[in-house]
């Protein structure tokens, strides 16, 4: 069952509805979160919450509840819609007002959460792992709007999604503007070779996953090497295993990019260690 939270009322699916006036909507002026549900507990809910306060205060916007709030109404939720397994999304915008892109016409912010599920590909591709080719598509640079902002602007991302799909992929490689691998439409890569994982830095300008920064010490308590350095399609091309990882789509292995095989195909040795790694924190 689906439940909405707006600026302190609950709604169900069909009743929740905001403004055609909320510059949300009207410009993307907005940041948000998603959040998975595991046996009835939010999973890494103040990392979460932590990035949508930072992203809201890299644009300029106040949330209107404060953070220890928005955390007991998100555990308040979780109970009230009964979800043990599930997907949160947290939206906060601009809130409604005038057209014209000013935001001082914007009184006040509009808050959401969504408590809901997700599933964005079905059980076999984390074992025979996803295809993917690189999107043409760039990631929006650093200089403009940092990737580390997680806002209501996703259509690059969503461009690149696009690629793939004409393309009959699972997913999309996306590159920053000097032709390094920064991450896929909405999960961050890994690569394995020679037992050192690699991944690229933070700084680059990719979105830091939560799953990411988990991951990375996962991969120290498995006893592996960790580099967070640039990386370019070559070293995924001839990497022993390549994988993603997000909240969505948790730790998912790389079949394949641009039509050639990566490592032996399905999943490896490291990838389904990680992911069993992973499992055993959300059933904690
Ligand atoms: N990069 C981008 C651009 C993202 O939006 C991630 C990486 C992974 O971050 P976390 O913190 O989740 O490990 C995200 C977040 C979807 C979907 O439908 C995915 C995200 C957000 C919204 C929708 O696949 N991923």
Redesign the pocket.
Known sequence: MSLIWINGQWYDRDSAKISVYDHGLLYGDGVFE?MRVYGGRPFRMAE?LDRLYDSAKAIWLTVPIGQEEMGRVTVEGVAKAGITEGYLRHIVTRGMGDLGLDPRSCPSPTAIIIFDT?R?WPAERYEKGLSMIGAATPMPSRETLS?RV?SLNYLP?IMAKLEGIQAQMDEVLMLDRSGYVA?A????IFIVRRGVVTTPPAWTG??R????DLVIDLVAEAGLTMREEPINRYDIYTADEAFL?????EIAPIRSLDGRQVGAGPVGPVTRDLMNRFKALTRQ
């Open positions: 998603g979460h997700i964005i990737p997680k991302h991450e439409s909405g999960m961050n990719i979105l996953g939560v799953t990411r990882t997000g909240t969505a789509a």
